[in-house]
């Protein structure tokens, strides 16, 4: 198990429902040092790519985001959610189907921060079905910037998104994997991967 | 002038109605550099204080408070927004009232993330009226836990949101004070503070 697989055994809660609650230290309480870890650890998979940019979602990708953007020496940009545009000038908009919701939601991205030179790295704590990342992939290719690469902290392998983007060619790295949980015994069943210190 | 002012009168753009945009380094595109400047910077102000924690609200604070929480060697938590709890199980709750568009909004801490025990330095990127960090503060005082002081990048001096929070008595550190900005010039007042390298 490398070190984020360790954290979610040690510190995850497993729910009803295929719920995995990592609120104590990724998404409600952040460790910092984790983030840290998370930021050498991408910097180190996505070593072969030219990446110039870091790309996130609001609000929990941030934290992750910006560890990553300080590993590689690169400027973070955060794409917004809205109902409604309420950023002045131009932009690139997503129109984001969520699966779970069944709603519409907007993401946003003002165009002064995505151009044609720009390589990026997307990053996000979770990809469960992969909604959001489908829209930040869409603002990317419509800046005329290329996607270098995804990089996850928790993949749930048992859901569609992470299928998808791979078959779509792109480049998904996945700090864990969660192929099963058990919310009665609490057991997290994570996909074997390339060991990672 | 401070690194942050250097910054804001750099980058910054003046708009008409006293808008301040600075998303090209502060709240959409972020210098990840630029934010542990200001890490270290409130680590330095609040040097006296003993501070085991740091709390912001999503999503543009996020980014500054990964940044202190890191220099302080402490956790980070970050408040959510909210139109309607969808944090599973008990927590802190403030009903905020927003002076701009007029409407309610809930922010709220999970009850695991503060307790008594807790010397808390809050944290966010722009103070205008003060709303939200209104609602951090009763957050932290419903948790009985000790707010140490309030750390801000950028505040509207010429709002009322800081004098409010002064005069309750707690400690408010901004980096940047902004008494006047001027949209057909680009001109920028800036209060004058204690030099800071």
Do not use: W
């Amino acid at each position: 198990m490398n070190f984020l697989e360790e954290r979610i055994k040690r510190d995850g809660i497993v729910k009803p429902g295929n719920v995995l609650k990592v609120d104590s230290f990724l998404n409600h309480q952040m460790d910092v040092h984790l983030m840290d870890q998370m930021g050498e650890e991408f910097k180190r998979r996505f070593a072969d790519k030219p990446i110039n940019k870091v790309l996130t979602i609001e609000a929990s990708g941030i934290a992750i985001a910006c560890s990553v953007a300080r590993c590689l020496n690169v400027p973070m940009v955060f794409a917004k959610k809205s109902k409604s545009i309420n950023i002045e000038g131009e932009m690139y908009v997503a129109e984001v189907e969520s699966f779970t919701h069944k709603n519409t939601n907007q993401v946003i991205v003002s165009k002064k921060f995505l151009t044609p030179e720009d390589h990026v790295l997307i990053i996000d704590d979770f990809l469960a079905n992969g909604c959001a990342l489908q829209g930040l992939i869409s603002i990317v290719e419509a800046a005329g910037a290329t996607v270098e690469g995804l990089g996850i902290a928790i993949e749930k392998g048992f859901q569609i998104g992470g299928r998808v983007i791979r078959n779509l060619g792109y480049r998904l790295e996945s700090l864990a994997i969660v192929d099963g949980m058990d919310a009665e015994t609490g057991e997290i069943i994570f996909r074997e991967q390339e060991c990672v210190e």
